[in-house]
């Protein structure tokens, strides 16, 4: 499944730069460019917002003041403003992009990109917020945008050297197994994860049903 984004009347896109954290009760189109960072897009199924954070490197060194440059700052700190916002964790979820290997692994290491992902699987779990898509960029930067409104996320790459995406849905089931389906079809072209839906969202105007856009 591969489509643009559609364009959204009147609705600015706000831009998340590395190292920063966004969320807010009213509807926004964010986006950011992800290499090896990673975003977290949560959203809230019951009041239906969202938000997402970038961050840049997994685990804040003890020498460094807290930042939400740090996944271990970033993730804990979006999902309290979404919290302090009226969310309840149990409503929340989380789609998980980025942490592609753009840097060179470190002689006989694990990426950053990897690292960073490590990190976000496993803080999602302690807070446990599932997961319930994402794509993951291989050795590819990428250009995510969150609908925060209906929470549809659309992923292309920066680059299309087409077979390099690898995607990877962190998703079970039938929902694993239709994005996987998604991505050999869709190679390097953008890509949505819908919820079901038969109104056009407001803020970004898609209509999906059974995930699939329509
Ligand atoms: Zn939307």
């Excluded at 992923?155 to 991505?183: D, E, F, K, M, Q």
Aim: glycine residues 10%; charged residues 20%; positive net charge.
């Amino acid at each position: 499944m591969s489509y643009a984004p559609p364009a959204p009347p009147d609705r600015p896109t706000l831009r998340l730069l590395p190292g920063q954290v966004f969320c807010e009760r009213e509807p926004h189109l964010i986006s950011t460019i992800l290499g090896s960072c990673v975003a977290v897009c949560l959203w809230d199924r019951r009041l239906r917002f969202g938000g997402m954070n970038h961050f840049l490197l997994p685990i804040r060194p003890s020498t460094e003041a807290p930042s939400v440059r740090f996944g271990d700052v970033a993730i804990p700190a979006l999902v309290e403003s979404m919290v302090s916002l009226g969310s309840q964790i149990e409503d929340l979820q989380a789609k998980v992009f980025g942490g592609a290997s753009v840097l060179v692994a470190e002689a006989g290491g694990v990426s950053i990109g990897r690292r960073n992902l490590r990190l976000a699987v496993r803080e999602l779990r302690r807070q446990r917020i599932p997961i319930v898509a994402g794509r993951l960029a291989g050795d590819q930067g990428i250009v995510l945008l969150q609908c925060t409104a209906c929470g549809d996320v659309w992923v292309r790459p920066i680059v299309s050297t087409g077979a390099a995406a690898v995607a990877v849905a962190a998703a079970a089931g039938p929902r694993r197994r239709l994005l996987r389906r998604r991505v050999s079809r869709g190679g390097a072209s953008g890509e949505s994860v819908g919820n079901n839906r038969s109104e056009p969202c407001p803020t970004c105007g898609t209509v999906t049903r059974n995930g699939e856009p329509s």
